[in-house]
């Protein structure tokens, strides 16, 4: 499949991944929702390539450049009915990193009194005396 062919399919295959995109067909006509699907995959000689598709509730896209470096992305729709997106890039140098909305987030700090440093210690007339 030609490059440029490959850019247009991923282009429609992202629009159509979008929830809610055939919505207003659904209100109208006696269709299931997210009925339709693409798929694309392009490669060559140099080891880059680049391969998504879209369908029903999810898509997904990926693509290597000559670089080594793999970047993509993927999304979906979860049981609760929320679009959930992951974003992510891979190299030789940097490992593999993620961005997402449905990673677990760090706990809120516990509130508690201010903290207030001890009394230095004394001497006492006990530790002095003579017996």
């Given at each position: 499949?030609?490059?440029?062919?490959?850019?247009?399919?991923?282009?429609?295959?992202?629009?159509?991944?979008?929830p809610?995109?055939?919505?207003?067909?659904?209100?109208?006509?006696?269709?299931?929702?997210?009925?339709?699907?693409?798929?694309?995959?392009?490669?060559?000689?140099?080891?880059?390539?680049?391969?998504?598709?879209?369908?029903?509730?999810?898509?997904?896209?990926?693509?290597?450049?000559?670089?080594?470096?793999?970047?993509?992305?993927y999304?979906?729709?979860?049981?609760?009915?929320?679009?959930?997106?992951?974003?992510?890039?891979?190299?030789?140098?940097?490992?593999?990193?993620?961005?997402?909305?449905?990673l677990?987030?760090?706990?809120?700090?516990?509130?508690?009194?201010?903290?207030?440093?001890?009394?230095?210690?004394?001497?006492?007339?006990?530790?002095?005396?003579?017996?």
């Amino acid at each position: 499949m030609r490059m440029d062919r490959a850019i247009f399919l991923s282009v429609v295959a992202s629009s159509l991944a979008r929830p809610g995109y055939l919505s207003g067909i659904h209100d109208h006509l006696a269709v299931a929702p997210y009925a339709l699907s693409s798929q694309y995959h392009a490669q060559d000689e140099l080891g880059q390539y680049s391969y998504g598709y879209a369908s029903g509730l999810s898509a997904k896209s990926e693509v290597k450049s000559f670089d080594g470096v793999t970047r993509g992305g993927y999304s979906y729709v979860d049981a609760n009915g929320e679009l959930q997106t992951v974003s992510y890039t891979a190299d030789a140098l940097n490992g593999f990193r993620v961005a997402a909305t449905n990673l677990p987030k760090a706990p809120a700090p516990i509130e508690s009194a201010p903290l207030v440093a001890p009394e230095p210690v004394q001497d006492t007339p006990e530790l002095w005396s003579s017996t």
